[in-house]
């Protein structure tokens, strides 16, 4: 096990390698031009291209990835162009919200998916199976702004039940913290609860078919025992696999849902970064996103063999 | 608009050759995708003699209309008539839904065979695929964008790249898995040339999950697109495409709730018919994969 | 009075006046210890307000760093942290005497080495500056409190130069931070203004917070614009960014934040139904659209191909594509200066007015020898203004029989390619677009664009002799009426010689609470004498 986790761990490396070489090379061949920007519509070409130079930008490839490794190495992920901060304090004052946002659409679609799944597999072929079904498919095929500007529009302006925006950091309260993230989760969550609830049924379909439970069945034990120990102890796995996958999934949606509902977190950074060619954020931040992604899924293998006994390393 | 269905597929692919209706109460789903499809894009084809008038149309004097006899689906802020940049934009989705799919299949399948075949290229491919699929796909597309000026073929390009891993992953894995038959290993003993037990053996098998795999990822590029759109790094304004008509309608969604409402719709349909029509393929192309997703 | 006296009697009249600064603001109590919470047009990217000359960056830095003078709301330069000034009878050299009492952030004196450090570094960015430094014979401080500059030739326009509102303004700043090369970004944002910087609160794309300035001295004038007593009566300023305007209209409705810099014109009537908000225009100098040609390549390096287009040019179309249906909004703009200003002309501008002629255009078209090549057009998408400019421009080429290559971009790298002199198929371009705030095209001080000196003219590079000329004749003229002639003549050769095609002017709401009192319309949102209740 121990040799497993070291040896998955050591694979990272190369996956990062290449996403900061292909991320590097990208920005580098990218048209577009801090400087211009920072130096303002007034400005001439040639305080364009002395701030060019005062960036460092005329220097050629070799040297700057050269550098950029130097400083990653020394967990530095340099200084953001435009605001001068540090790319990590940026990240950091980012993180928070990013994190929250997923916590709660993680949390709301497992706790509306499973349920779902789980009724849709028990009542199989039915009305209620297709209708669940059926919203799920719908799910996925709804753009999570679309979603997002449907729930703030009756949610937040026409009910006023809820915040239209923002972001309430943890430190200022449960519920203020919660108030903002109920609609974006929800948004974001969409294309979660779709793919939980789907996977979930599926695979409690066929543990429902085994063996042992028709012999629990037998044994007497009342069906929603059935259901809820046995079977959905098995169906743990292929929903756990959906939940790493996801994670690129949710980073992919946080960007757009960020925008939508104005919460400052790594999503509206990335974007903002990009459009401005803050390089050195931009790839902190492909990193960081990569990153995650990779532990994430190493997670979720470790915690298969916790789940499920029968898988061995 | 010179797009090949994939709705012909499951006519010719289905195992037995049944009736119309037999197919469509065993495959509702196929039969109601298929459908929507279908209309849709006839509907693409023939958008000039559908009422429409010149989508690009500029007339600021007629701008943010509501939905009207003269304008089914309203004016936009340029005064351009939505119902006609709404049915143009249906070329736009579908051409990038199916040239998205079509172009990660091949390269992904191409990939993936060598991947599966090739022992000394696999490690350095997969490690490239998966530093590829750890960056997050709207992420790497908004980059590609930024790299290139907007156009549809560049956000075919970005879309592509970013779901070409998905099909080289699932190739690599039945080549794998098949290389480990007795009938496989019989061929190779034999002497077989590796592309004929390609041709023979892998593709025949791959097939079926591919075409399953191929309506998923077009469905995704088209929303995909849309969101690139939606944040302006997609197709350029002059084409109109639901998603630049949504970014465009974006800021006034509180009071003209119209402009998002319509491509929002199309949009999401057009999506839920390649989804259902995937949902469909998979169950009668691939019993196996239909328990497990 | 030796030194010591000196900075003594400095100390005590600070001492005084800020004890008068803090009884000020106990008549107003209830507002005190509030957050005014602030909706701006764009994202606090970077904050050194030399370096980066965006207009958003200028609005905060004017919270936090002060200026020797400061233009009133009739854009007259009035005396801000300067108590005298002196010109001598050649007007050669120029003594500046600080007010007593200033003080920055850190709890330091405002002394003559700091403003004499922050000119230095502003003369070298800015257009004025330039020209300033151009005549420069020395910059020295005599004192803790005088300064003189000497000057080769006159420049009259001196306290102007020192007062105006256009980016970059000559911001003081501490003579450590104002030594940092003016192409490299200050690291330190202490300046002696009325708010303080945040920087722990700091977040980029998010927020950005200033708090009072407790020692900060008010002039006894009544505040307009940039001149007079900046007394706050807020203690916290926070600036929330919020990309999306239908985010940041909801959040006005919902009293989540108290003042949204620029409401587009669509959203308006939902705003005015609520009885909580107040609407009005926020700049009454407004903007004036930009459709730059590229001189140096065809087909627009010929003036006939230039002027077809201001045949075929409609400011109206162009105008309600950036402004919405609101006509109050705009107005037709035929020439280049701001309407309701002094300076203000339409000589030359018929070709702008009266039908529009799709004709002629085509037809001057034909005679400047243009065959359809196609020509590039870069458009940013992530700024309304020139997106709507670009969209309604395309249509207009097609229509006079151009073949337009739409090149769909963001700000970033318009900003790159628009700098590229090489032909537009080697990567350069023929059309981008751009806006001026109706306040910098008052007079051709801070108007690049309408310079048309050739290789060092703004991007597009006209080179338009006649042009230069009256802009130096404007920058001699002894009175109004002189600098009326030369901005007519001016006018009317960039108009002939199209120096850039005008699309329109246009004007801007603001929107906020309506326990919020004391906004001022102006060019950039003041902060002081705004209360909240």
Redesign the interface.
Known sequence: MFVYVVRRILATIPVMAVVALFVFSLLYIA???????????????E??E??R??LGLDRPFVIRFGEWVWQIARFDLGT?I????PVTQ?IA??LEPTLSLMVVTLIIAVSIAVPLGVLAAWKAGTIIDRTIMGFAVFGFSVPVFVVG?IL?YVF??EL?WL????YTPISRGFWPWLENLILPSIALGMVYIALIARITRATMMEVLQQDYIRTARAKGLSQRTVLFLHALKNAAVPVITVIGIGVALLIGGAVVTE????I?GLG??TV?AI???DYPVIQGLVLLFSFIYVLVNLAVDLVYTLVDPRIRY | MTVQSPTTVPADEAPKRVGLWRLVRRYPTIAIGSTILVSIILVAIFAPFLGTVDP???S??M??REPSAQFWFGTD??GRDIYSRVLYGARVSLVVGFSVAILASVIGLTIGLIAGFIRKADAIIMRVMDGIMSIPSILLAIALM?LT???VGNVILAITIAEIPRVSRLVRGVVLSLREQPYVDAAVAAGTSTPVIIVKHILPNTLAPIIVQATYICAAAMITEAILSFI??GT???IPSWGNIMAEG???????FYIVLFPALFLSVTVLAVNLLGDGLRDALDPRLAKTI | MDRRTFIKAGAGAGLVAGTAGLAAPALSQGAAAKTLRFVPQA?L????PI????YVVRNAAALVWDTLYGVDETLTPQRQMVESEEVSSDGLTWTFKLRSGLKFHDGTPVLAKDCVASLIRWSA?D?MGLMIKALQKELVAVDDRTFKWVLSAPYPKMLLALAKN??PCSFIMPERIART?P?????EYIGSGPMRFVRGD??????AVFEKFADYVPRSEKASWLAGGKRMLVDRIEW????????????L??G?VDWWENP?A??V??LRRNRNIRVDIGDPLGNIGAFRLNHLHPPFNDVRARRAILAALDQ??FM??IV??DDSLWKPLPGFFTPGTPLYTEEGGDILKGPRNIELAKRLLAESGYKGEPVTMV?A??Q?VT??Q???A??LLKRIGMNVD????????T?????LKTPPAQGGWNIFF?W?AGA?CTNPA?Y?AIRANGD?A??GWPDIPEVERQVTAWFDAKNLDEEKAAIRALNKAAVENVVFVPPGFFLTYTAWRSNVTGITKGPLPFFWDVAKA
Do not use: C
Request: charged fraction near 20%.
């Open positions: 048209p577009g031009d801090p400087a211009a920007v920072i130096a303002g519509d007034q400005a001439t070409p305080d364009v002395k701030i130079r005062s953001s435009f605001t001068g901060l940026l004052q980012r500007y703030a937040a302006l006023d915040p239209v925006q923002g925008s939508v509902f104005a400052p509206r950074l903002d459009l401005r060619r | 690009t149309a500029i600021t004097r701008r943010t802020m340029l930024a000026r907007g156009s302006g790094a350029p304004p002059i974006r800021a006034l969604w509180q009071v003209k | 994202n990217a970077n904050f050194d370096w980066g000359t965006q960015r257009p256009n980016a090369d192409f490299q970004q200050i690291t700091w977040v980029p794309g998010a927020r929330v960014i919020m990309p999306d305007p239908a985010t940041a209209s909801a959040a409705q919902n989540e587009i669509d959203l009537p939902v109206e179309e309600r594509a919405g249906s458009v998408q992530d309304p997106k709507a670009g969209d309604v395309h249509q739409f090149v769909a971009t963001d700000w970033g790298t900003g790159q390619r628009r700098a751009s001026h910098d801070g690049t060092r703004w991007f």
